[in-house]
């Protein structure tokens, strides 16, 4: 009888518990303002990333302790390499307007650039900063690179939250983007 009672009382604590629900976020291209109006096409290839953001769970680091926190229940929308492609894309079409900007995964068709980026650093201190650091490089129509850049940005982390988190690396990639746009406006 002890045994039935205590099988009993694990499958209705089994039933009762369950995990928490995920939280999904994206990157948005709100609040930027236009570099300029040349009319180019571009190409923005899929964006490397180190192997530790390389997933859809958002990555963050304690500032004093250096500790990884990849976040179960947090997720970007998308592996990460595809949020920051979009991310990016979006901002080229608010930075340049007048521009014709697509994503691709190989083929750049007959656009006259194409840009790609690899993402050296991208680190979420949580309640600190987000650290951004990018090389990238823009090729012409026949394949050869016109502009390279590489540069770091630092941008505040406004509190603790995820959603502190994703703001913070949603401006550092503006930053990127701006930076990128800054070259393709004098080609």
């Known amino acids: 009888m002890k045994k039935l009672f205590l ?3 694990l499958v209705i604590c089994a039933c009762s518990w369950r995990t928490p629900n995920s939280t999904f976020y994206m990157m948005n291209s709100e609040g930027l303002t236009p570099l300029s109006n040349r009319k180019i096409s571009v190409a923005v290839a899929r964006v490397k990333v180190p192997d530790l953001l390389d997933r ?3 990555v963050a680091y304690e500032k004093d302790s250096g ?3 990849i976040d179960e229940f947090n997720r970007w929308g998308e592996a990460f ?4 492609q979009n991310t990016v894309t979006n901002d080229l079409m608010v930075y340049l307007p007048n521009a014709f900007v697509k994503r691709t995964y190989f083929d750049s068709g007959n656009l006259n650039y194409s840009v790609n980026i690899e993402i050296n650093q991208m680190a979420a201190y949580v309640g600190d900063k987000v650290v951004l650091s990018a090389w990238w490089n823009i090729a012409n129509a026949s394949g050869n690179v016109v502009k390279r850049g590489q540069k770091k940005f630092e941008v505040p982390m406004n509190g603790r939250t995820t959603e502190d988190v994703v703001k913070a690396q949603n401006a ?6 701006e930076a990128i746009a800054e070259q393709l406006k004098q080609l």
């Open 56 to 58: 859809s769970q958002i």
């Open 81 to 84: 390499p595809e949020v920051l």
């Open 67 to 69: 500790e990884v926190k």
């Open 172 to 177: 550092a990639v503006h930053l990127l983007s």
């Open 7 to 9: 099988g009993l009382f």
